[in-house]
Nanobody, 118 residues
Framework: QVQLVESGGGLVQPGGSLRLSCAAS????????MSWYRQAPGKERELVAS????????NYADSVKGRSTISRDNAKNTVYLQMISLKPEDTAVYYC???????????WGQGTQVTVSS
């Protein structure tokens, strides 16, 4: 029923850029807080960025601040993560997360692999 489908991951050279997309369905997207998380091998899953329903309130992890932009298109039920100046440390599986309004739990996508390497 609820689906979060990530796309846009892949192999990118250091200093490069990419845009991740997350297509959502099965819940009210426009009022949900949407987030991107990532998890590298041997590390805890960490919040990369989040955006609230108004699209005017965002937050970013210190490690990606200034290099990442999260955005959403409520008409397309899609959230994006634009990353520039990518570093090898950005290598991880990136997960889309949805926290619907008036719900006490959230939803997760399957993840998309981002590898930053020369």
């Amino acid at each position: 029923q609820v689906q979060l489908v990530e796309s846009g991951g892949g192999l990118v050279q250091p200093g490069g850029s990419l845009r991740l997309s997350c297509a959502a369905s099965g819940f009210t997207f426009s009022t949900a807080v949407m987030s991107w998380y990532r998890q590298a091998p041997g590390k805890e899953r960490e919040l990369v960025a989040s955006i609230r329903e108004s699209a005017g309130s965002t937050n970013y992890a210190d490690s990606v601040k200034g290099r990442s932009t999260i955005s959403r298109d409520n008409a397309k039920n899609t959230v994006y993560l634009q990353m520039i100046s990518l570093k090898p440390e950005d290598t991880a599986v990136y997960y889309c997360n949805a926290a619907p309004r008036y719900r006490l739990y959230d939803y997760w996508g399957q993840g998309t692999q981002v590898t930053v390497s020369s």
